[in-house]
């Protein structure tokens, strides 16, 4: 049995999702850890052009089980309507393919709410949210304030359990920032709609994880966004509510006893971010529009321009020590094809003196970025499946990224298809 992690490495974005959907074809069982519908995975198979907000990226593998662990902010409502869409374009998502956890705290229609609201009270100071409900979801967890799917299970007790909280919310949603309050008959009719249609897909997967284990089965854990999103370890504030890293997937997977043997971290070949916050190699211009239309750079989930810039190596490094990565994917290193010259961010300077260390998140604020120029390639290599037939410029820039970062490139993204990659 060999189990799997794939994270990123820096502010999400990186194409996780196209190296779960590669890699699946070796695993048993794909696991979502942590995180919900606010970022997309975007995947490019024979069924189509998909983007994947909370499904696990391995659905598209008939014989693969997914899972979303009890670490999920689980929406019911955009699960539901992913599945829709999903299965509109031929792919079959059943109870036979899907597992949720019973332990998954769901997230619910006022959770969306709150994160609109506290946006607007922020103002100028927002942190980017997605408007998904993640923050307010995962404040309220903590609290232990949040329903369990498994208590789907149990009418009456949910019944209740709901008017308990509702009674609590609407202090919230009323007092603080003047909205109108929830009434518990459009709870109940939004939990016969959509909790009613999952209910088959929820069980124990705690338990069908331990029997996996049991049966040398491999597993594959899917974490969303990356290692400067961490709660955590990212750039305070503007990171997500969850933590990202390798080490929290056996814990929001189900299965705390899990041993991963192999993190593959997921870098891109250049750097992209969504959201507010420090960015130290941002462009801005017509530069930073050429290489946002080469590469697509708009979010999966929210349509938004990601902002983008060189690759960064002080945060790669970073990310990758974050995440204990083994291996590295490097992405979309054929979008730089356009450029004689290559930028590539190799130190920080802070106070007037150079550093290769992360800053504390504040002293971001400060840093200014040292940039260095390769040279690039000049040609399409999106074709191109072996080490060998690169040219000499490109094999050159992954191999000066890899010996930056301390880790081995092992797989080089060359297009968004399946196949279109390299393994080293």
């Not at 994160?115 to 995962?138: C, H, N």
């Not at 909790?195 to 088959?200: D, F, T």
């Not at 490139?409 to 990659?421: F, L, M, W």
């Amino acid at each position: 049995m060999s189990n799997c992690a794939i994270v990123g490495i820096n502010w999400g974005d990186e194409g996780k999702g196209r190296m779960v959907d590669l890699l699946t074809e070796s695993y048993d069982i794909v696991v979502r850890f942590q995180g919900g519908g606010n970022a997309g995975h975007t995947v490019i198979n024979e069924f189509g052009k998909f983007a994947l907000h909370l499904l696990p990226s391995g659905i598209f593998r008939p014989a693969v089980v997914n899972i979303l662990g009890n670490g999920v902010a689980l929406d019911l409502e955009n699960l539901w309507n992913e599945i829709q869409t999903v299965e509109a374009q031929g792919v079959k998502v059943g109870p036979d393919k899907l597992r949720i956890s019973d332990r998954a705290s769901l997230l619910l229609p006022w959770h969306r709410d709150l994160d609109s609201l506290e946006e607007a009270r922020l103002a100028d100071k927002k942190f980017g949210s997605t408007k998904q409900g993640i923050a307010p979801f995962y404040s309220d967890k903590y609290q232990k304030k949040t329903i369990l799917a498994g208590e789907l299970f149990y009418p009456e007790h949910l019944k209740a359990h709901l008017a308990d909280l509702l009674e609590w919310k609407n202090l919230t949603l009323t007092k603080v920032y003047g909205a109108p309050a929830v009434t518990l008959d459009e709870l109940v009719a939004w939990f016969e709609n959509y909790g009613e249609k999952l209910k088959p897909y929820i069980c124990s997967t705690g338990s069908l994880l331990r029997d996996a284990q049991k049966n040398g089965k491999s597993i594959l854990f899917e974490a969303q966004l990356g290692s400067l999103r961490d709660l955590d370890y990212g750039i305070h504030p503007y990171t997500t509510s969850s933590n990202t890293t390798a080490a929290y997937a056996p814990i929001g997977s189900g299965l705390p006893s899990a041993k991963i043997d192999t993190v593959v971290g997921v870098v891109k070949a250049y750097s992209t971010c969504v959201g507010e916050g420090p960015f130290t190699c941002e462009w801005f211009g017509e530069e930073a529009e050429k290489l946002r239309e080469a590469g697509g750079e708009y979010g999966a989930k929210t349509g938004r321009p990601r902002r983008v810039g060189p690759i960064d190596l002080v945060a790669t490094r970073y990310g990758v020590e974050v995440q204990g990565a083994t291996d590295i994917a490097l992405t979309k290193i054929d979008v730089l094809s356009y450029m004689d010259r290559i930028p590539v961010c190799t130190h920080y300077e802070l106070d007037g003196k150079q550093t290769d260390e992360f800053p504390f998140p504040v002293a971001l604020n400060d840093v200014k970025p040292v940039i260095e120029y390769v040279d690039g390639w000049g040609c399409d290599i999106s074709g191109i499946r072996r080490w060998e037939d690169l040219p000499v410029q490109a094999r050159n820039y992954v191999e000066m990224i890899e010996k930056a970062i301390g880790c081995h490139i092992t797989y080089v993204s060359v297009g968004a298809e399946r196949d279109a990659y390299i393994k080293r």
